[in-house]
């Protein structure tokens, strides 16, 4: 097993504080001392602290950013497709996604988080949501910010070690299924 590195254990440092205490309350000496290092040592592994949030969620957002480039080389990828893939793509990354969609909209001058929205905005596309209907538009916001609300909730709550991934993995599939697929355009049940 490899040994976990400095650089691994600030980027988990600095991920667990700006989720509970917010990224404009976090300095990157409060980073330090939890690591048990000084904030020189920080700044050697990341120049600044906008360059570790962008490390930080950089893979998530590239990870989307490749499906959705993959859906419109597709042409014809079933909707109930893309929900399956887009849970495996939050449950890989479901401690980074309470952070963005918790964060995202007062961090937007921050460009990995306004990448972020803009890539959000690209799902909210692909399912013709973003321009239409109040209820539409209300059925995508549920949807998402369900989901990370759940995922952020367990870990609040201890519940993390408690909830089967695959269970979680399975049930959210149905309820995006359900909520993001109207039944006009649902082309195949999810699958378990």
Excluded: C, W
């Amino acid at each position: 097993m490899a040994a976990v590195t400095l650089h691994d254990e600030l980027r988990a440092i600095a991920l667990a504080e700006f989720a509970t205490s917010g990224y404009a309350a976090t300095s990157l000496q409060r980073i330090a001392d939890l690591a048990g290092t000084s904030k020189a040592s920080v700044l050697y592994h990341f120049a600044s602290k906008e360059l570790l949030l962008a490390d930080i969620v950089s893979p998530a957002v590239d990870d989307l950013d490749r499906l959705l480039d993959s859906i419109d080389a597709a042409s014809g990828l079933r909707h109930a497709d893309f929900v399956e893939s887009f849970v495996d793509l939050l449950l890989r990354h479901r401690e980074v996604v309470p952070l963005v969609i918790n964060q995202g909209a007062t961090l937007d001058d921050v460009p990995v988080m306004h990448r972020a929205t803009e890539i959000m905005r690209r799902v909210a596309e692909l399912f013709r949501l973003a321009s239409g209907s109040t209820m539409e538009k209300l059925r995508f916001g549920v949807a998402f910010g369900g989901v990370a609300y759940t995922l952020a909730a367990a870990e609040r709550l201890g519940l993390s070690g408690e909830i089967d991934v695959d269970d979680l993995r399975g049930a959210l599939l149905v309820i995006l299924h359900e909520l993001l697929v109207p039944s006009s355009l649902a082309d195949s049940t999810p699958k378990d």
